[in-house]
């Protein structure tokens, strides 16, 4: 059993209609908290979609000793996002996340000797200009604007849901932007 305490100041002619109101407020939460186990293990996909391409391997007969294979980005994509990648890592299978200038975070998947099928599933939108991505035991953290997040896809469909906040001691610099994330 647990313990709501609420705190209200004002005129006391209001105070009954102000506990009436509170009462009815507390019959909902205590019927919506029995509920909220199930809440907390992600839903459905916003995003189902994705965006497939063939990336481009470097020439073959290319002797120098770097080489550049091409990634297809996808540009034009059904949310008209723009993507100006701001951030990259790797997951131990070879999946890369990228986050962009705008707040979205991708999966990109595919990424083989080949190039033939690459893949890119949008995992998260809305967030404050992104700049860095780490993949570190499972979850993903990036540096927005003012503070760094953990990202977690609770339910393996390869979309985030849910959104911790690690740190907003970030001070700004100017343009009050961080240039990058980095493990220590």
Not at 157 to 168: A, C, G, K, Y
Request: charged share 20%.
């Amino acid at each position: 059993a647990g313990m709501t305490v609420f705190y209200w100041t004002g005129k006391t002619d209001q105070a009954n209609a102000v506990a009436n109101a509170i009462r009815k407020e507390g019959e909902e939460l205590s019927m919506v908290a029995n509920s909220l186990p199930n809440r907390t293990r992600g839903g459905e996909p916003q995003w189902p979609e994705t965006v497939s391409g063939a990336g481009k391997l470097a020439d073959e007969n290319d002797s120098s000793p770097y080489v550049i294979d091409t990634l297809p980005i996808p540009l034009v994509n059904p949310w008209k996002s723009p993507l100006l990648l701001t951030g990259i890592d790797f997951d131990p299978d070879g999946n890369a996340y990228v986050c962009t200038l705008f707040g979205d975070v991708w999966k990109v998947s595919g990424i083989d000797e080949s190039l033939r099928n690459v893949t890119w599933k949008r995992m998260i939108s809305g967030l404050n200009s992104t700049f860095g991505i780490l993949w570190i035991d499972g979850a993903l953290y990036v540096g927005d604007k003012a503070e760094l997040l953990a990202l977690h896809d609770l339910n393996g469909d390869d979309e985030i849901d849910f959104v911790q906040r690690m740190n907003q001691g970030f001070v700004g610099s100017g343009r009050n932007v961080h240039t990058g994330l980095f493990r220590d």
